[in-house]
């Protein structure tokens, strides 16, 4: 088996990315960990298409069950949608998830795929859990988890097929990031993103977006920064889906969801509705 070499340190940790990997070490919302439960796919994003919000209504006995149960049916189609635009990915190539979170996503693409995966996450306290998901799941040999910087992984140089963020750009510089990416994947290559930006229309961030900011600690980008940086580092856009309508039901369901709402509902329904902020998938090739 060919191995991955990974600083298991992250060479030039600044201030601001010792508090992420804080936050993200002590992170344990009901929400993901409930969800993560159902099936061992722990999800660190949200979720897209019509909720049955009849499960709202369900017996008490059953109910929060069945809420969590659609909450994470949504969020794995996210996961699916983006596993659709990798383009074609075998058995024997690598992958490169950047922010892999409890690693659900890179689990989801070795499920399709049978693909050996490379996640790095600054938390180790989610790089242990990921790998334990992994191994529970039979896929410990192929994916693989690292506590390591996104934007200097020490992985391989042009050795990937297709690499992603799904919902963890917002925590890095662009540049740094897509030429990391850059670096990784192979010529041909594919990057996917699904990620919330700033709509340059409206101008910058809105109070909700800026409150969004305030509870994950991070720094969303403007759509136009992200279009932009991606042509600077020979990632050539191929795909542009607005998810923004597709990702409201599953806010309206969260926030009528007591047992797991987290206080960020509103905002996220307020920054779609004004137009402030767009959910996004954007798939770019390696050229
Ligand atoms: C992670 O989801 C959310 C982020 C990494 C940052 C913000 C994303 C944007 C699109 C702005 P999570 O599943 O850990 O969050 P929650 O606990 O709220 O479900
Ligand atoms: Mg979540």
Redesign the pocket.
């Known amino acids: 088996m060919i191995t991955a070499p990974v600083s298991t340190t992250p060479t030039r940790t600044t201030l601001y990315q010792r508090s992420v990997a804080h936050y993200w070490d002590s992170?344990h919302?009901a929400?993901?960990v409930a969800l993560g439960e159902i099936d061992g796919l722990h999800?660190?994003?949200?979720g897209i298409g019509e909720a049955d919000l009849t499960v709202l209504d369900a017996p008490e006995a059953v109910r929060e069950a069945r809420i969590n149960t659609e909450l994470h049916r949504l969020e794995q189609a996210q996961a699916d949608l983006l596993a659709d635009h990798l383009g074609p990915v075998t058995a024997d190539d690598w992958l490169f998830d950047a922010g892999c979170?409890h690693g659900a996503g890179s689990l989801v693409a070795h499920s399709r795929f049978g693909c050996h995966v490379d996640g790095v996450t600054l938390s180790p306290v989610q790089q242990q859990a990921a790998t334990h998901y992994a191994e529970r799941l039979g896929a410990g040999e192929q994916v693989t988890f690292h506590t390591a910087d996104m934007l200097s992984t020490g992985l391989r140089t042009g050795a990937y097929t297709a690499s992603w963020n799904n919902?963890?750009d917002?925590y890095v510089d662009l540049d740094d990031l897509f030429a990391e990416h850059a670096r990784l994947l192979k010529r041909g290559g594919r990057y996917v993103a699904i990620?919330?930006v700033i709509n340059d229309l409206h101008g910058m961030a809105s109070r909700s977006v800026s409150r969004?900011n305030w509870h994950?600690e991070?720094d969303?980008h403007k759509r136009g920064a992200f279009f932009k940086a991606l042509a600077r580092h020979r990632l050539a856009v191929t795909t542009v889906i607005d998810l923004t309508h597709a990702a409201l039901p599953y806010w309206r369901l969260r926030e009528r969801s007591s047992h797991l709402a987290?206080g960020?509902e509103a905002d996220f329904l307020a920054a779609y509705q004004e137009g402030s902020f767009q959910?996004m998938l954007i798939a770019a090739d390696r050229i």
Do not use: K, P, Q
């Open positions: 992170e919302n929400v993901n999800h660190h994003h949200y979170g919902e963890s917002m990620t919330g969004i994950y991070c969303v987290t960020i959910y």
